[in-house]
């Protein structure tokens, strides 16, 4: 009965990972999102296309790779074949593909290509590119690709891997990575090199995050356990340090600093048109209200500066399949005040130093398209 479930379990995923975006063409989108356009404004934001990438519903990560100071850092564009590297002004300055096995790149055999079929995310380590690593994959296990695209090594141990996240130690000279895997249990901790080092939990987690705590001086993860729907918090040698249960049932999270990048850091979940942040003690802290987001997925949450004489505002952006993204934009007290409807899906999110002011801009990345949002000087 335990391989029967497997299966099942192993058969769903590839449904909601692979086969669903595929059907998405044929999926009724709901009314009140089947129009791009603005529904909340409250700011005077200024829209502009930044980019528009070369490979249509492929972006999916965008990251910061810096170059001494952080106003000429240079943004990184992440897609299943490949990645950008474009300066603060939409300035194209290198373009890398990533490779197969045999040296052949993605971009001209991609159906035969394990790394393409990925979600593939940026590894930032000391606030520099490292490389690349698939996270949410059902092929392959996990991949970690050198920052010229060539696969550095694969870390599969005959399952199949739900998420992969890279991790920082203090006294580390190069990242480790949490596994987790998508229809097994068990949460692993993989050297840079792709070894295993050691089983952290036996647990069947789900939407594996990696955080850090002011009360902890290392990273530690934090996961929801599909059997419990308890989350818990360990540190990197299994030690549990956190388990409670929400007052809300829910299956995805994500995690970001709050309420300003020098916060803790906090977990986001979309449920009931609301916007749940949460600690990790367990305690509800804020439910803004977020119209507009029963269906939606893919969350990515980030504060920003958007005026310089008040506090960070909080965006999130979600999607339904691949064809809407939803953006809500909040102050720091909770107020909604942009809301916008964008076409394509949800390929990253982040806040940059503006070059002319100590403003923040935002970053959104749709599968075809990079948006940038400002307040114009006043």
Request: proline fraction near 3%.
């Amino acid at each position: 009965m335990t391989g029967i479930f497997l299966i099942l379990v192993g058969g769903w995923l590839t449904y909601r990972k692979l086969i669903a975006p595929a059907l998405a063409t044929w999926r009724s989108m709901p009314e009140d999102i089947s129009v791009s356009r603005v529904t909340v404004n409250k700011l005077n934001l200024s829209k502009k296309i930044f980019l528009e990438t070369e490979y249509p519903d492929e972006t999916t990560d965008l990251s910061i790779n810096e170059n001494g100071s952080s106003k000429s850092s240079d943004l990184v564009v992440v897609s299943k074949v490949g990645a950008m590297f474009v300066d603060p002004d939409g300035k194209m300055k290198e373009r890398i593909s990533f490779r197969a096995d045999d040296g052949e790149s993605n971009n001209s055999h991609r159906r035969n290509s394990r790394v393409a079929h990925s979600f593939i995310k940026s590894v930032i380590f000391k606030r520099q590119l490292y490389g690349y690593v698939t996270d949410t994959t059902l092929i392959d296990g996990t991949i970690f690709i050198n920052k010229d695209g060539t696969v550095a090594w694969r870390f599969a141990e005959g399952k199949s891997v739900q998420n992969a996240k890279a991790v920082e130690q203090s006294n580390s000279d190069a990242p480790e990575y949490v596994v987790s895997y998508g229809a097994e249990n068990g949460i692993d901790l993989v050297d840079s090199n792709g070894r295993k080092i050691k089983r952290i939990a036996d647990d069947r987690a789900y939407s594996l995050q990696t955080i850090r705590l002011k009360s902890a001086n290392e990273p530690v993860i934090a996961y929801l356990d599909s059997g419990t729907e308890h989350l818990f918090v360990r540190n990197l040698t299994g030690e549990k340090l956190r388990d409670f249960k929400l007052p809300f049932p829910f299956a995805i999270f994500v995690t970001c600093r709050y309420p300003s990048k020098d916060g803790e850091y906090r977990g986001l979940v979309l449920k009931d048109e609301k916007l749940w942040i949460f600690d990790f003690d367990g305690n509800v802290i804020a439910t803004p209200d977020a119209p507009l987001s029963d269906k939606l997925s893919d969350v990515r949450a980030t504060t920003v500066k958007v005026k310089e004489n008040e506090a960070e505002y909080l965006a999130v952006t979600a999607t339904f399949d691949i064809r809407r993204t939803v953006f809500f934009l909040y102050d720091s007290n909770g107020n909604l005040v942009y809301q916008e409807i964008l076409d394509d899906g949800n390929g990253g999110l982040l806040a940059l130093p503006s070059v002319i002011s100590d403003r923040e801009d935002l970053f959104i990345a749709t599968s075809s398209k990079i948006w940038r949002y400002s307040l114009p000087d006043q």
